[in-house]
T-cell receptor, first 108, second 116 residues
Framework: DQQVKQNSPSLSVQEGRISILNCDYT??????FLWYKKYPAEGPTFLIS?????DKNEDGRFTVFLNKSAKHLSLHIVPSQPGDSAVYFC???????FGAGTRLTVKP | NAGVMQNPRHLVRRRGQEARLRCSPM?????VYWYRQLPEEGLKFMVY????????ESGMPKERFSAEFPKEGPSILRIQQVVRGDSAAYFC??????????????FGDGTRLSIL
């Protein structure tokens, strides 16, 4: 049951530009969504979350947008930095349903 | 302030052997989660435990896999009679409270299981 989907396996952007990572979900009962970042050979680390009662949450360079009618959320990173290169996972469903991840590469 | 500790980091087993993966949650965390990541795939939820109780094992294969989180000591994920398809990275996570709300999970660095 793939309740959380990340349809773009990879994304490449230039340093300083915006990175937009997308995530779709099917279960309208999810009340929170979280984004995690993962470097190779390490476990995921929590990045930012959003409640289903909000449509935007911002933390520094990271902003998450939620469109409940479309069951879609996105993570914006502005400006992108080479250190942001990692795999990004979105999660919902009590934090236990993860998407397949999107590998972001930020080129200097 | 140790994070989630998983050991071993790498485990090699031959087909038919048993694999035991250990996870010590962060101090003060009583909720533990196990995930499996196959190559080039995302994290698949396996099981959620609270001290001495299995809360949700809906992602765990019905056979050969078991998990426990005893009152004392680490959580253990046990795989009996391993097969090649069990080769994966197994991640453990912990949290202070359960799955409600925005409670983020803290992950260990995983155990990479290789089956010969």
């Amino acid at each position: 049951d793939q309740q959380v989907k990340q349809n773009s396996p990879s994304l490449s952007v230039q340093e300083g530009r915006i990175s937009i990572l997308n995530c779709d979900y099917t279960n309208s009962m999810f009340d929170y969504f979280l984004w995690y970042k993962k470097y190779p050979a390490e476990g995921p680390t929590f990045l930012i979350s959003i409640s289903s009662i909000k449509d935007k949450n911002e933390d520094g360079r990271f902003t998450v947008f939620l469109n409940k009618s479309a069951k879609h959320l996105s993570l914006h990173i502005v400006p992108s930095q080479p250190g942001d290169s990692a795999v990004y996972f979105c999660a919902g469903g009590g934090n236990m349903r993860f998407g397949a991840g999107t590998r972001l590469t930020v080129k200097p | 302030n140790a994070g989630v500790m998983q050991n071993p980091r790498h485990l090699v087993r031959r087909r038919g052997q048993e694999a035991r993966l250990r996870c010590s949650p962060m101090k003060g965390h009583s909720h533990v989660y196990w995930y499996r990541q196959l190559p080039e795939e995302g994290l698949k939820f396996m099981v959620y435990l609270q001290k001495e109780n299995i809360i949700d094992e809906s992602g765990m294969p019905k056979e050969r896999f078991s998990a426990e989180f005893p009152k004392e000591g680490p959580s253990i994920l046990r795989i009996q009679q391993v097969v090649r398809g069990d080769s994966a990275a197994y991640f453990c996570a912990s949290s202070v409270r359960g799955t409600q709300g925005s409670q983020p999970q803290h992950f260990g660095d995983g155990t990479r299981l290789s089956i010969l």
